[in-house]
């Protein structure tokens, strides 16, 4: 994986362990449901009217719509709504990258390499030493339930990586933002039946008072910076790398997670969590280290295209453009293909030939 790629796989682990405290402070005023709701129609709506649908198959946006955003988002702020703790619930969510893992290895058939293997053991290591300390603070059902949330994740991850594979020259951005219509019907529908009709609707009206404007701050950043900017980053990323290459990046989130909990909400870590921490990090990176360049980008060795007489003329109309005309393969048609694709012409003895056209 490049530094530039890295540093937006650092950007988007810092966006998403800090919307845990985002999703604390609004599940304080709204049904975990109804905010999961709220939390895609403010942006479906808007990316309906004003975005175009990728040209990708449905099968794989419902896909990705369905598990990063029904199952993983009721899951988990259900979870979080009856005790799960902020930080723990950051830690176990990443269970979603050795679940992508298996299913990329499983339905994708991606191959891993060796290093990758050991990294993500030694990350999951790491979170199993934090998740020994934790576990004391959290009943059976909201661990549960966050592991599920995580699976749910790990689908969306193989949707957002097969629509990426079928749409390589779309935008990840568009994708993201159409995949947030997906949820809102679900969801609402969910929240009418187990929370009642009224209910959430009565709690939204409660976010516009002097006591409930913190709820709003959430929604916002939940909407907006962990769903448009975080997860449109990463389904770049995972439109650039295999799934098993960028999922351990997750594993990072559980560090902001905790360090924001701590600071925050005075969830205090121990010295085994900051130690199981640290494990994470050095996991995570491993695991990613060796990640082939994308193929679209990859700065390869030129080809060198040999028994090529440098004779051609330097006219700079390449041949074939008239009207009705075939393009020949003479020299000049070839320098033409070759300042495309980056060859190196050379002549029949293997010298490089002149410069292909500019």
């Known amino acids: 994986m490049t530094s530039r790629d890295r540093l937006l796989a650092a950007t988007v682990v810092l966006l998403w362990g800090v919307n845990f405290l985002a999703i604390r402070v609004g599940l304080d005023h709204l049904p975990p449901f109804f905010f999961a709701a709220l939390r895609f129609a403010v942006i479906a709506v808007p990316a309906v009217l004003l975005i175009p649908r990728p040209q990708v198959r449905w099968r794989w946006i419902l896909l990705y719509g369905t598990g990063f955003g029904i199952l993983q988002f009721a899951f988990l702020f259900t979870a979080m709504r009856i005790g799960m703790p902020t930080g723990l619930a950051s830690l176990v ?44 603070h959290a009943t059976l059902l909201p661990v549960l339930l966050t592991l599920a949330a995580g699976f749910g994740w790990a689908l969306g991850n193989i949707g957002a990586r097969q629509a990426s594979v079928e749409a390589p020259g779309s935008n990840p951005l568009h994708l993201t933002l159409w ?9 609402l529908a969910i929240s009418a039946v187990w929370e009642g009709p009224t209910t959430g609707l009565q709690a939204l009206r409660e976010t516009f008072t002097a006591d ?17 900017v975080g997860s449109g980053l990463w389904t770049y990323l995972m439109s650039r790398y295999p799934a098993g290459s960028v999922a351990p990046l997750s594993l990072l989130v559980p560090v902001v997670g905790f360090t924001t909990a701590w600071i925050f909400l005075g969830e205090t870590p121990t010295v085994a969590s900051l130690i199981g921490g640290a494990v994470v990090i050095a996991g995570a990176f491993a695991a990613t280290a060796g990640a082939r360049k994308p193929s679209a980008s990859r700065r390869e060795a030129p080809e060198v295209v040999t028994g090529l007489v440098d004779t051609a003329p330097r006219d700079e109309t390449p041949p074939g453009h008239r009207a009705g005309a075939v393009p020949r393969p003479d020299g000049l048609a070839i320098r033409y293909a070759a300042r495309e694709t980056g060859a190196i012409l050379t002549t029949d003895t293997g010298r490089p030939a002149e410069p292909a056209v500019r």
């Open 212 to 228: 409930g404007w913190p709820a709003l701050a959430a929604l916002g950043y939940t909407a907006v910076l962990a769903t448009v």
């Open 179 to 187: 995949i947030t219509t997906v949820p809102v019907l679900p969801l």
């Open 93 to 136: 969510l990443q269970s979603s990258a050795p679940f992508t893992v298996v299913l990329g290895a499983l339905l994708l058939r991606e191959r891993l390499r060796p290093v990758q293997i050991a990294g993500l053991l030694v990350a999951v290591a790491g979170m199993a030493v934090i998740g020994w300390n934790q576990f004391a």
